[in-house]
């Protein structure tokens, strides 16, 4: 498979590039360049085959043009030492569980792939790279986690001074791990203004081999696309009709993610998910997206601290203009209606339900005229461990879900004994490029 990036059909990469040079010159996003129809892996798993077995041969099957499938499987194996978990609720209800990784949330699966394909290009090529990335929350213990015991990759994690969390001390760079966190002081903002900034510079993007983890790299998107192939392959004998999935927006990766699987042949029906200010739906009730009302050429470049994928969705929906509508299905869902899915899923199914669980469902039960017909069946997203968002269902149930002793590592804070740095200071992260650079071996 070869990526393209959305401002410059010209402009066509394979995979490794896409993965170490992840913001293209042009300032769009890369994205498959062609479809690919792999039907006959998809329709052979079932719930025997292990998640890790089925990355290795969608990754095999889409990238076997440069990797061999003893290296794909070595990368699938390597990435995912967990798996997600599909529940059936009743006969045409389930729901997809993404935060069964070590740190509870569905990030650990794009990062650890990531980083594991990181690794295996890296070494392939006899190169280094590092990764620059801002966060207040899970990412950073996603990141320490996926990069322990890589060589070849190291990572630079800004974060608002005291916000840092789920990094063990053997995680820091100068105490032989892969991660050097910067606390600033400032905001998220601030931090990811930095990173624009230094991305801005082109000259230290190629010197420094600068790439990033959230979903502005290719390679931490497209292994999403795998939860949706995993719970064909665990629901499909017992459904008959439609297959729709229900999910929250966030900055539209695991959409973008589904859709991607649609291509690739996944039996799918649509998507459901709540409206949202880009997202919407026009009067005839079909989905239309805003940003696409504004030409590329007159849009600032894609951002690579704070990604959205709306300009992956357009490009998607530009190759198949229908698409928009026959596979994307947003509801507007009121703060009640997310309050009373809570609560129906507790009371029905047992299921400690996050906010944005409760709001899919929620949208999914609003949009019941497409999942009604012909026996149609709704799996939910679930992408977060519910503990993530106790004070919400505390409020609506009275009662939260446990931490688990996994995740409770993932918010225990992070003390680097260092002092933060003034929301300016970008020379000083420039000089913390060099001095890993300038290691001899990662």
Same mark, same amino acid.
Request: glycine share 6%; charged share 20%.
């Given at each position: 498979?070869?990526?393209?990036?959305?401002?410059?059909?010209?402009?066509?990469?394979?995979?490794?590039?896409?993965?170490?040079?992840?913001?293209?010159?042009?300032?769009?996003?890369?994205?498959?360049?062609?479809?690919?129809?792999?039907?006959?892996?998809?329709?052979?798993?079932?719930?025997?085959?292990?998640?890790?077995?089925?990355?290795?041969?969608?990754?095999?099957?889409?990238?076997?043009?440069?990797?061999?499938?003893?290296?794909?499987?070595?990368?699938?194996?390597?990435?995912?030492?967990?798996? *997600?978990?599909?529940?059936?609720?009743?006969?045409?209800?389930?729901?997809?569980?993404?935060?069964?990784? *070590?740190?509870?949330?569905?990030?650990?699966?794009?990062?650890?792939?990531?980083?594991?394909?990181?690794?295996?290009?890296?070494?392939?090529?006899?190169?280094?790279?590092?990764?620059?990335?801002?966060?207040?929350?899970?990412?950073?213990?996603?990141?320490?986690?996926?990069?322990?015991?890589?060589?070849?990759?190291?990572?630079?994690?800004?974060?608002?001074?005291?916000?840092?969390?789920?990094?063990?001390?053997?995680?820091?760079?100068?105490?032989?791990?892969?991660?050097?966190?910067?606390?600033?002081?400032?905001?998220?903002?601030?931090?990811?203004?930095?990173?624009?900034?230094?991305?801005?510079?082109?000259?230290?993007?190629?010197?420094?081999?600068?790439?990033?983890?959230?979903?502005?790299?290719?390679?931490?998107?497209?292994?999403?696309?795998?939860?949706?192939?995993?719970?064909?392959?665990?629901?499909?004998?017992?459904?008959?009709?439609?297959?729709?999935?229900?999910?929250?927006?966030?900055?539209?990766?695991?959409?973008?993610?589904?859709?991607?699987?649609?291509?690739?042949?996944? *039996?799918?029906?649509?998507?459901?998910?709540?409206?949202?200010?880009?997202?919407?739906?026009?009067?005839?009730?079909?989905?239309?997206?805003?940003?696409?009302?504004?030409?590329?050429?007159?849009?600032?470049?894609?951002?690579?601290?704070?990604?959205?994928?709306?300009?992956?969705?357009?490009?998607?929906?530009?190759?198949?203009?229908?698409?928009?509508?026959?596979?994307?299905?947003?509801?507007?869902?009121?703060?009640?209606?997310?309050?009373?899915?809570?609560?129906?899923?507790?009371?029905?199914?047992?299921?400690?339900?996050?906010?944005?669980?409760?709001?899919?469902?929620?949208?999914?039960?609003?949009?019941?005229?497409?999942?009604?017909?012909?026996?149609?069946?709704?799996?939910?997203?679930?992408?977060?461990?519910?503990?993530?968002?106790?004070?919400?269902?505390?409020?609506?149930?009275?009662?939260?879900?446990?931490?688990?002793?996994?995740?409770?590592?993932?918010?225990?804070?992070?003390?680097?004994?260092?002092?933060?740095?003034?929301?300016?200071?970008?020379?000083?992260?420039?000089?913390?490029?060099?001095?890993?650079?300038?290691?001899?071996?990662?």
């Amino acid at each position: 498979m070869q990526f393209v990036s959305t401002r410059d059909s010209a402009n066509v990469v394979g995979f490794s590039r896409a993965l170490l040079d992840c913001m293209p010159v042009d300032g769009g996003l890369y994205v498959p360049y062609k479809s690919e129809d792999l039907r006959k892996w998809i329709l052979y798993a079932d719930e025997n085959t292990s998640f890790a077995n089925l990355a290795g041969t969608l990754t095999s099957a889409l990238i076997n043009t440069e990797f061999s499938p003893i290296i794909c499987e070595a990368i699938a194996t390597d990435a995912f030492r967990f798996s *997600p978990v599909v529940r059936q609720l009743d006969d045409t209800l389930f729901v997809l569980e993404l935060f069964h990784g *070590p740190t509870g949330t569905f990030k650990d699966f794009g990062v650890s792939y990531l980083a594991s394909a990181l690794e295996t290009v890296l070494r392939m090529r006899g190169e280094k790279a590092i990764l620059l990335d801002a966060t207040t929350g899970e990412l950073g213990a996603c990141m320490a986690h996926a990069l322990r015991g890589k060589q070849l990759v190291k990572a630079v994690l800004l974060a608002p001074k005291g916000t840092l969390r789920g990094i063990e001390p053997s995680d820091f760079v100068w105490n032989g791990g892969n991660i050097y966190p910067v606390e600033v002081d400032g905001t998220e903002d601030d931090c990811r203004n930095i990173i624009r900034k230094i991305f801005s510079r082109r000259e230290l993007v190629e010197k420094y081999h600068l790439t990033v983890a959230n979903t502005a790299n290719i390679g931490r998107l497209l292994p999403q696309a795998f939860f949706y192939t995993f719970a064909f392959s665990r629901i499909k004998r017992f459904v008959s009709g439609d297959i729709f999935y229900a999910l929250a927006a966030g900055n539209y990766g695991n959409l973008v993610s589904g859709l991607y699987g649609w291509r690739l042949a996944l *039996p799918v029906n649509g998507f459901i998910l709540p409206a949202t200010d880009n997202l919407r739906f026009d009067a005839e009730n079909h989905a239309m997206l805003m940003d696409s009302f504004v030409p590329l050429q007159r849009r600032s470049h894609a951002d690579p601290a704070d990604p959205s994928n709306l300009e992956r969705l357009e490009h998607i929906f530009k190759a198949n203009a229908l698409m928009l509508r026959s596979f994307v299905y947003p509801a507007v869902v009121q703060e009640k209606k997310i309050e009373d899915a809570c609560r129906d899923l507790f009371v029905k199914y047992k299921v400690y339900a996050d906010k944005d669980t409760s709001s899919a469902y929620a949208a999914a039960l609003l949009r019941n005229d497409i999942t009604d017909n012909d026996g149609g069946s709704t799996v939910i997203v679930a992408r977060d461990n519910p503990c993530f968002d106790a004070q919400f269902i505390q409020r609506n149930l009275g009662e939260s879900p446990s931490l688990d002793a996994g995740v409770a590592k993932a918010f225990e804070p992070t003390v680097t004994g260092r002092q933060a740095i003034g929301l300016d200071n970008i020379e000083y992260v420039i000089s913390v490029l060099n001095s890993l650079n300038l290691l001899r071996i990662f």
